[in-house]
């Protein structure tokens, strides 16, 4: 009955009032969250502690427990505090005493808080908090007195924070600065943005080493502030860990859901890297990490949170002599909401290790291997529990508190509508809604993957775009789609519009993107709430959008034959790169230096290359692709023409990448091509209704393979239902864009190349492009000598 008394005032759309969330949150967190055995070798149960304002990420910290034990490998587990900042900048600190929240000190509201970090002296407990709001350092005693106040003298706010002793290491978006005992002892400017910031103190030295993850697909190895190695990394980093006891060893997790072990030897030039984890099920980042011994068995587990709400638990084994290890997964479960923090530890009873969670919404709960016994059954519209006499005494006082929230929101709903039938010039309005959203470009399926996250349900979401792309279905979305036509003189096209069910507060949306095809996608985010808003994100689909930063470049697509154009002009190295930032993702917003810049990319769908070069009034770009030539001096001399720039163009059509093209792709379009005519004859044979093995006898034997594998047909061509027709597409812009450096059309040509690519063979098709090309040119030829 309270669950329903409950779900029915939350179904009543009420303003927003953080207190009275919060409250609600708690109680039905009581109700809902049931435990639950995992199917895995580890057991953890759900307790919920709190709620907080909205999270960032690093804004959870464990305190080490008064008796000088913090769950180290074994050692007696005692009760440890909690430390919690959010975005109001409220830093507080609690822990729990017979299954109640113990506030040991709060601050009041202010600048939001980015990072939380624990220090203290070399060789002592590290129990002094640090919080960093803006370009401010704060440092508080774990009564919550504070000792320090810093003002940094970065210009930017600070995103991430390290703290070693007596050394602070912060970061804003593109400056690292480091400070011991509150001097500045040195400091970096980096190029692309820094996304976390980690020190690693080798063991028997008074070294410190830098690591800096990097948005550019790096990982920058610093000493005395000078960047002593660089990394190449296949994907976005997004955050660091370093292991405790391993001074030379650091973990990284990835935009796209792997995590690497490095070992970073002091003395040699070579950095070992192994993936623990690769989950090819699930490709949402990593958003925190964290090492704990929770089975205490000596070892420590690896613990990794996500950007879809996913939390798992690794087995695994940091050997200080031996760097090869394997990882199993022992626990996995969903919380549907973007996880900011995670640590390992001893906080709801002495003995029991558990990760203390803390989403981005603000809700801290904990996930205990103490074995805790409820049971909840529904009778009679009547909730009967059988539990302790605690926890007896508990939901007594949760149905007290129930009655009065009842109360306090009945006033608040009464009040309300008191004030909105009152004749007054006032306006009813509420504050805008934080918005936690993502679009990265997902390299397996060369598709985007878009998220959007609020702190309170989404009623619905609306998408507007003026470039064509393609929606795809996502399992775990549970909004229902609906589409609008789209006229194509008001420059629309696409008009869709997710409604979302009820408590749902976060959407993942995919989608595909035609190269060459520019816009903006409008997203018009609908909150439950009253009065009615909307807010507006707007992200860029940009030319050459399925193209990713590469750095490990193999020999043999070195030597490939070459596209290439050259640009020359009176523009400034910084004009190139701004058009090269508003036509390519990923590319650094800043560039530093006068020297000449090079960026190698690479097409995720084909592994095709694109070699930037430029510097002050030339410009040099080489590809095996002709398309994306076409596509960047298209887009380049538009832009230069809006600031009536004059251009200098050369081209260079190399004949021998199209042969080269084609054989890339040439897997593909056997595979896919065979795919889908398997899919077609499979549903002609279901159509059949074959009964018996007599009828099923008397079928060829390639058709009873396919009834035999009907089921692995249909899932993959339900994953890339439209894969063939986007093969097409790329073949038919390759042949387009051949032509039209030479300023032939040769649109009408189209269906013959289609019928080519349905019976495809590659010297036939090989031989269509040269031919044409020769008729195409004598056609030209003779034209311009009658004319």
């Known amino acids: 009955m309270h669950m329903l008394v409950i779900t029915n005032l939350f179904a009543q759309r009420l303003p927003w009032n953080?207190?009275?969330?919060?409250?609600?949150?708690?109680l039905i967190n009581f109700v809902e969250h049931i435990p639950r055995e995992v199917n895995m070798e580890l057991e953890l149960t759900r307790v919920d502690y709190t709620v907080v304002g909205l999270s960032a990420s690093s804004c959870l910290q464990l305190l080490p427990s008064t008796s000088g034990s913090d769950g180290s490998r074994g050692a007696a587990r005692q009760q440890q505090k909690v430390v919690v900042g959010d975005q109001d900048?409220?830093?507080?600190v609690f822990s729990m005493k017979k299954d109640e929240l113990q506030i040991h000190f709060k601050t009041l509201p202010h600048d939001k808080i980015a990072s939380v970090k624990l220090g203290g002296p070399a060789g002592s407990a590290a129990d002094k908090i640090f919080t960093a709001s803006e370009n401010k350092v704060r440092g508080f005693n774990k009564k919550g007195k504070m000792f320090l106040a810093f003002e940094t003298n970065l210009t930017e706010n600070i995103r991430s924070m390290f703290v070693s002793g007596s050394d602070l290491l912060v970061c804003g978006n593109h400056v690292y600065n480091h400070y011991k005992d509150c001097k500045e002892v040195g400091s970096y400017l980096c190029g692309d943005s820094i996304v976390d910031v980690a020190a690693l103190c080798p063991n028997n030295t008074s070294r410190l080493i830098t690591?800096?993850?990097c948005s550019g697909r790096v990982l920058r190895i610093l000493e005395h502030s000078r960047v002593r190695q660089t990394l190449e990394v296949d994907s976005v980093p997004t955050v660091l860990h370093v292991p405790k006891g391993l001074g030379d060893r650091i973990l990284c997790g990835f935009g796209d859901g792997k995590v690497f072990l490095f070992h970073i030897n002091l003395l040699v030039t070579e950095v070992k890297r192994e993936m623990l984890v690769e989950d090819t099920e699930n490709l949402s980042a990593i958003t925190c990490i964290a090492t704990f011994d929770l089975s205490g068995d000596g070892k420590d587990e690896l613990i990794v949170g996500r950007r879809d709400g996913t939390l798992q638990v690794f087995t695994m084994y940091l050997d200080e002599y031996q760097f090869e290890m394997e990882c199993t997964q022992i626990y996995r479960e969903n919380f549907n909401e973007s996880i900011s923090c995670i640590q390992g530890g001893c906080v709801g009873a002495n003995n029991y290790s558990e990760i203390v969670v803390c989403t981005y919404s603000g809700r801290v709960f904990g996930l205990t291997t103490q074995c805790i016994s409820k049971s909840l059954s529904d009778s009679n519209k009547r909730v009967s529990a059988s539990m302790t006499p605690d926890g007896s005494s508990k939901l007594h006082k949760l149905k007290a508190e129930i009655y009065e929230l009842e109360q306090a929101i009945t006033r608040e709903r009464e009040r309300y509508q008191v004030s909105t039938q009152a004749l007054s010039t006032g306006l009813s309005a509420i504050p805008m809604l934080p918005v936690n959203d993502s679009m990265v470009l997902c390299k397996e399926d060369a598709t985007y993957a878009l998220t959007i996250e609020l702190p309170?349900?989404?009623e619905h979401v609306l998408l507007q775009c003026d470039a064509p792309i393609n929606l795809i279905d996502v399992e775990k979305n549970s909004a229902v789609v609906s589409f609008s036509e789209c006229d194509k003189m008001s420059g629309n096209s696409l008009l869709?519009?997710?409604?979302?069910?009820?408590?749902?507060?976060?959407?993942?949306?995919k989608f595909r993107t035609v190269e060459g095809q520019s816009g903006t996608l409008q997203v018009y985010i609908t909150p439950n709430l009253q009065p009615k808003c909307c807010q507006l994100k707007r992200y860029p689909i940009k030319p050459l959008s399925l193209h990713v930063i590469t750095h490990n470049v193999p020999d043999e697509i070195k030597s490939r034959p070459m596209n290439a154009l050259i640009l020359k002009g009176a523009f400034s190295q910084a004009e190139m790169h701004n058009w090269l930032v508003n036509s390519i993702p990923e590319i650094p917003e800043k560039i530093y230096g006068n020297d000449k810049t090079r960026l190698v990319l690479q097409h995720v769908f084909i592994g095709t290359i694109l070699v930037c070069e430029y510097g002050k009034a030339e410009a040099d770009f080489r590809s095996d692709n002709i398309s994306t030539i076409s596509i960047l001096k298209d887009f380049i001399t538009?832009?230069?023409?809006?600031?009536?720039?004059?251009?200098?163009i050369t081209t260079n059509s190399n004949e021998q990448t199209i042969p080269e093209l084609i054989k890339m792709i040439e897997p593909k379009i056997v595979h896919y091509n065979k795919l889908t005519k398997d899919f077609q004859i499979l549903q002609a044979l279901i159509d059949l209704d074959i009964r018996n093995d007599k009828e099923f006898s008397t079928l060829s034997e390639e058709y009873q393979n396919l009834l035999r594998n009907q089921k692995q047909i249909e899932s993959e061509f339900k994953k890339q239902p439209t894969i063939l027709n986007r093969i097409y597409g790329i073949l038919t812009d390759l042949y387009i864009d051949k032509f039209k450096f030479k300023g032939v059309s040769v649109k009408t040509k189209l269906p013959q190349l289609i019928d080519l690519l349905e019976n495809y063979n590659y010297d036939e098709l090989v031989h269509f492009y040269s031919v044409l090309k020769s008729a195409e040119e004598q056609e030209a030829d003779v034209t311009?000598?009658?004319?």
Do not use: F
Not at 18 to 26: D, F, G, I, T, Y
Not at 89 to 92: A, I, K, R, S
Not at 496 to 507: I, M
Not at 784 to 787: A, K, L, T, Y
């Open 211 to 213: 690591v800096l993850a």
């Open 496 to 509: 869709a519009s997710y409604r979302c069910q009820a408590n749902t507060n976060r959407v993942d949306l």
């Open 18 to 26: 953080r207190c009275l969330a919060n409250k609600w949150h708690n």
């Open 638 to 648: 538009k832009e230069a023409t809006k600031k009536r720039i004059k251009l200098e």
């Open 89 to 92: 900048g409220v830093l507080q």
């Open 784 to 787: 311009g000598e009658h004319s």
């Open 456 to 458: 309170t349900s989404i």
